[in-house]
Nanobody, 125 residues
Framework: QVQLVESGGGSVEAGGSVTLTCTAAARTSTSTRFMGWFRQAPGKEREFVSAIRWTGGSISYADSVKGRFTISRDYAKNTMYLQMNSLKPEDTAVYYC?????????????????WGQGTQVTVSS
């Protein structure tokens, strides 16, 4: 069983910053190919935010967050981060981290079998 735990959500004013953390169980890192961040706002489908190849070399972002969000990972700590700057009210959502060993399209949530419990980010105007 792959275990992912997110932390770091909260409430912030527009223009502020938040850093999300996703910690994976040690055994996850030996089989993970990609890890990603997704978000889901009330009444909307889960959408892609960003993804990173666990061993490095490939990063992608949704157009809506390019230039504002930065994904990174610490391989030794089995941890992935999402630094979110210049936050907007439309960034308000529950943010989930995901991982899988067989991802072929990092932006497709259906490619990920393992998910964290989610962390709420609320941006006020």
């Amino acid at each position: 069983q792959v275990q992912l735990v997110e932390s770091g959500g909260g409430s912030v004013e527009a223009g502020g910053s938040v850093t999300l953390t996703c910690t994976a169980a040690a055994r996850t890192s030996t089989s993970t190919r990609f890890m990603g961040w997704f978000r889901q706002a009330p009444g909307k489908e889960r959408e892609f935010v960003s993804a990173i190849r666990w061993t490095g070399g490939s990063i992608s972002y949704a157009d809506s967050v390019k230039g504002r969000f930065t994904i990174s990972r610490d391989y030794a700590k089995n941890t992935m981060y999402l630094q979110m700057n210049s936050l907007k009210p439309e960034d308000t959502a529950v943010y989930y981290c995901a991982a899988d060993a067989a991802v072929t399209l990092p932006s497709d949530p259906n490619d990920y079998a393992y998910w964290g419990q989610g962390t709420q980010v609320t941006v006020s105007s």
